[in-house]
């Protein structure tokens, strides 16, 4: 059973930079996609990125691309996601996400959630 805890979230000014953590248990990460995801009050629930096992590929929504980076610390079965020049519409739950199959990630449905970590951008 793979376990996913987040951490990084916290209340952050707009045009300010937060970078989330995602560290797993249970499973070696090399083989698994990641992804992001973002779900803000009242609002759909939002793919804003993923990374692949194969070759570290990376995908991001248009609402977040030049903006946020993900990344992948397989030694520290650890993925990141990078936060700069952040916006109020930025403000969501951002939850990390895996499966071995990168479909499922980008399709929404992966095996795995964490239970999601508050970024409020707020001035």
């Known amino acids: 059973q793979v376990q996913l805890v987040e951490s990084g979230g916290g209340l952050v000014q707009p045009g300010g930079s937060l970078r989330l953590s995602c560290t797993a248990s249970?499973?070696?990460?090399?083989?698994?996609?990641i992804g992001w995801f973002r779900q803000a009050p009242g609002k759909e629930r939002e793919g804003i990125s993923c990374?692949?096992?194969?070759?570290?590929?990376?995908v991001y929504a248009d609402s977040v691309k030049g903006r946020f980076t993900i990344s992948r610390d397989n030694a520290k079965n650890t993925v990141y996601l990078q936060m700069n020049s952040l916006k109020p519409e930025d403000t969501a739950v951002y939850y990390c996400?895996?499966?071995?199959?990168?479909?499922?990630?980008?399709?929404?449905?992966?095996?795995?959630w964490g239970q999601g970590t508050q970024v409020t951008v707020s001035s």
């Open positions: 996400v895996t499966d071995p199959s990168l479909g499922a990630v980008v399709a929404g449905t992966p095996g795995y």
């Open positions: 249970g499973a070696t990460l090399d083989y698994y996609a």
């Open positions: 990374i692949t096992a194969s070759d570290g590929s990376t």
